[in-house]
């Protein structure tokens, strides 16, 4: 049985939906409130101190599409921008772990989110395959080296470009890269999105219709 449906497994990701569900729409209403109330629209690097509480997890069908695209690849190298309390982190870490080999690394600039997220992969069992880089991703990211083989984005928007232009000669032929969010904040992913769905940059782009809206690109 994959690991996505073991008891540990299932009983961590259900009590983490279960409270985004309950906990993220107050908040997020409460920070669009500060927004309007200053006149403008809603920033997410501006916001990033006001969101230190908030999950914005994937839904459960875009860990299941992560999990699986993880095990149809084979993937022994995942990277992940923006760990929050670790939902997609799990489907991650989970893939690997069924996979047999290899590792999820992860950035979150949010210590609080470090320590909850690191309990969280801890209660599912599978915080041995993970490794949780505190900080800046331009910074806590620099030194990877190895050939990557899933590149999941899901941080600040406005840096899923340069986050990927930092990684991309590590990223090997036939790699993926998902990018989150691209409904939900199509202006700041403008850039990002522009991208990769020119030929010429080297990927193969395609809009996935789940959640927030996915971008999934292929390295070729």
Known sequence: MSSLYSKKVMTVLDQL????????????????EKFANLGESLDETRA???LAEVFMPVDRATGRFLYSLARAQGSRLIVEFGTSFGI?????AAAVRD????????????????????????NAGLLSYVE???GDALETLRTLSEPIDLFF????????????????????????????????FPEPLRPYLDYVRNPANGYVSVAVP?????ELSVRV
Request: proline fraction near 6%.
């Open 48 to 50: 990033d101190g006001l």
């Open 99 to 122: 996979n047999g080999d290899g590792r999820v690394v992860t950035t979150e600039m949010e210590p609080g989110k470090v320590r909850r997220a690191r309990e969280n992969l801890e």
């Open 17 to 32: 939906f279960a409270r985004a569900e309950a906990e993220d729409p107050p908040r997020m209403e409460q920070v669009r």
């Open 88 to 92: 997609s982190t799990i489907h991650l």
């Open 210 to 214: 789940l959640g927030d809206g996915l």
């Open 132 to 134: 949780i880089r505190e």
């Open 153 to 184: 984005l899901d941080g600040w928007k406005n840096l899923y470009l340069p986050v990927l232009k930092l990684l991309e000669s590590h990223l090997r032929p036939g790699a993926a890269i998902v990018g989150d969010d691209i409904d939900l």
